[in-house]
């Protein structure tokens, strides 16, 4: 293993309280993954997942306009996305082990570039950091790219940890557990798990490629890379079938109609999926022997609707 020094850092990292004032203490991931406070961040993490990934193939970015305000006069602001960003990395920081490595990990997704292209922050002035100026909102650093600048700082220095502190098998295990996970949750319709190939990637070329025991010929090297051939000679299909579940996902449910009857053959082809009550548009057709049947209408998707 490499010899460990602090002096092979472009810049070490200490958490600073003062970046996101008192929000900082109340946010800060304490280990335990069913506290509401981690139960939270997750949610947080997969709206703005499945909003972003929405947008892919489009020439529309989502911009993400939620903030969080704090301080005497609440003009001090920093983009809700780093509720999680900041907890999840400075846990990792405190307590470098593997299970808050798996926290972390979910924080290289933000920096895929399909998130470097369509998650943007639209504010007044970002070069002086003024995010409202009808609210007289300000960012917590001087500038937007003082915030990203801050941000990659105490993110590439928890990879750094990452690096050096946990073992290459154990990333690598957990890396193929992601790979497998999204595949197997893209076959089975669902969007909770399928943001993992993207995580797996970044993991693979940010944090294992570059590890102290990186060896190319070691097993677990070679089946993560096996794992991510797979992904990328079938990514075209897998990357399709995401697309279609995070923009479902994504959509507002519509209202079913008042005071409309709804007929049992309708309420059967409701689903549920992800808490959600799912429809989809279907055509009527007669069949060459006069029966009529009902098919999917061409390009319709599953649409979420209210339903009790």
């Known amino acids: 293993m490499t010899a460990f020094s602090w002096r092979t850092w472009p810049r070490r990292w200490k958490g600073k ?47 993400l306009t939620e903030y969080i305000t704090y301080g005497p006069d609440k003009k001090n602001a920093f983009p809700i996305d780093e509720i999680p960003r900041y907890a999840w990395t400075k846990a990792f920081v405190d307590n470098p082990i593997l299970d808050y490595f798996k926290v972390f990990a979910m924080v290289l997704l933000y920096d895929t570039p399909t998130y470097m292209v369509y998650l943007q922050y639209p504010m007044s002035n970002a070069t002086s950091g003024v995010v409202n100026s009808s609210k007289g909102w300000m960012l917590a650093w001087p500038s937007e790219s003082d915030m990203i600048t801050e941000r990659r700082s105490r993110e590439e220095y928890a990879i750094e940890i990452a690096k050096r502190k946990i073992a290459l098998k154990d990333i690598c295990e957990y890396t193929l557990m ?17 943001h993992g190939c993207f ?9 294992i490629e570059g590890h102290s025991q990186y ?8 089946k993560v890379e096996a794992e991510s051939a797979k992904w990328q000679n079938n990514q075209g299909e ?18 079913m109609p008042k005071g409309v009857n709804v007929s049992a053959d309708i ?42």
């Not at 992601?178 to 399928?194: P, V």
């Open 178 to 194: 992601q790979y497998q996970r999204a595949e197997a949750a893209i076959q089975q319709g669902s969007a909770s798990l399928a």
């Open 267 to 308: 309420k059967s082809n409701i689903v549920k999926q992800n808490g959600k009550y799912m429809m989809q548009k279907m055509d009527l057709q007669k069949t060459v022997n006069g029966q009529y049947g009902v098919v999917q209408a061409l390009g319709a998707k599953l649409q979420p609707v209210n339903y009790k």
């Open 215 to 222: 060896n190319a010929s070691d097993e677990m090297v070679h």
């Open 238 to 255: 897998l990357f399709r079938q995401m697309l279609d579940l995070c923009s479902t996902s994504a959509m507002a449910p519509v209202d």
């Open 17 to 63: 309280e003062s970046e996101l004032g008192d929000w900082a203490k109340s946010i800060t991931f304490s280990g335990d993954r069913k506290s509401t406070a981690y139960m939270q961040q997750v949610k947080l993490h997969m709206d703005i997942f499945n909003k972003v990934f929405a947008k892919v193939g489009s020439t529309e970015a989502y911009g």
């Open 199 to 207: 995580m797996a990637e970044a993991i693979k070329t940010r944090v």
